[in-house]
């Protein structure tokens, strides 16, 4: 924001942050989980922010001196219009923008119903895309501005019956990659966060979309729902983030002056994308077939 300067965290220190005055963010996806922990770590830390989630009902609890709640689906033009003009009339302008809404479809390719995989692109594409194409020419006329997307560990790496989840992801990343470039010379800063798994209704709402049918991938589809519930159970519950973790890491990117590329968040995000990185091809498949069921 060209009204708002720079300062530093301390005297000499080499990490600087966009100070708090006049910001505003707006993020999506606000009724549960990342989105209601990022709304709350925006307030913490002065920020003006607009909560916004499919269903008003859901974040009417949010509301407060610093935030203000609107109903948005991504999947619907004219509420995705009426936010943006909700948060501009108010405060002015969007200058971060988290896109934070999305799920998980789990199907295999060749039993996936086209209609679910296009409401999977809808969602955590298309949505995404329009949105901030409805933010940035106000980013733009300011000469600042901050693009957050909420993409995955699954966005640099494939799970069997996620293939529509991870493709999804591997477009935001695309995406977003090309859009820094795009960008950079209006003064607008592209970042990825990469989660690996989170502890948040996401989990059950994955697992939600496992169909286990008669057929070819019945078993299959049976211990993808058996391993997905495990991962927030038991010993492997230590490995899994909490929505706040993701939360802190999202402020960070909004408000360090130079903030990176991509932030991996947790463990198990770290250790599987350093792997795909190192392994060749037939030797990730193995990690993979040793750690995730496959039919």
């Known amino acids: 924001m060209p ?43 002065g920020w003006r922010v607009l909560a916004t ?28 219009r009426a936010a943006v003009e909700t948060l501009t009339g108010r405060w002015g302008g969007v ?13 295999t390719v060749e039993q996936a119903a086209l209609d679910d995989v296009r409401r999977q692109f809808e969602t955590n594409v298309f949505g995404l895309v329009r949105l901030t194409q409805l933010v940035l020419p ?24 996620g293939a529509f989840y991870h493709a999804s992801k591997h477009a935001v990343e695309a ?6 470039l795009e960008v950079a010379g209006f003064g607008v800063r592209v970042v990825l966060v990469e989660p690996g798994p989170v502890l948040t209704d996401f989990g059950a709402t994955t697992v939600g979309t496992i169909s286990v049918e008669p057929g070819p991938y019945e078993d299959f589809q049976r211990r993808l729902e058996q391993r997905l519930a495990a991962v ?26 130079r903030p ?26 193995a990690l993979i077939r040793s750690q995730y069921p496959t039919p």
Not at 54 to 73: K, M, Y
Not at 95 to 107: E, K, P, S, T
Not at 232 to 256: E, F
Request: aromatic fraction near 4%; charged fraction near 20%; proline fraction near 3%.
């Open 95 to 107: 200058d971060v923008l988290v896109n934070n809404a999305g799920y998980a479809l789990q199907a």
């Open 53 to 80: 989630a499919r269903r008003p009902d859901t974040i009417a609890d949010l509301a407060s001196e610093r935030v203000i709640t609107c109903p948005l689906d991504v999947c619907d033009e004219q509420s995705m």
């Open 175 to 180: 995406i977003s990659d090309a859009l820094r």
């Open 3 to 45: 009204t708002s300067g720079h300062s530093s965290s301390s005297a000499g220190s080499r990490v600087c942050e966009v100070t708090t005055a006049a910001r505003t963010v707006l993020v999506t996806g606000c009724s549960s989980g990342i989105g209601r922990a990022t709304v709350g770590r925006f307030a913490a830390a």
């Open 232 to 257: 927030y159970a038991g010993r492997r519950a230590t490995l899994v983030s909490s929505a706040d973790d993701v939360a802190a890491v999202i402020v960070k990117a909004a408000q360090a002056r």
């Open 260 to 285: 990176r590329v991509r932030y991996l968040v947790g463990p198990v995000a770290r250790a599987l994308v350093t792997s795909r990185r190192l392994l060749p091809d037939r030797a990730f498949d």
């Open 138 to 161: 106000g980013m733009r006329d300011r000469g600042w501005g901050r693009i957050v997307n909420i993409s995955s560990m699954g966005g640099r790496l494939t799970f069997p019956g």
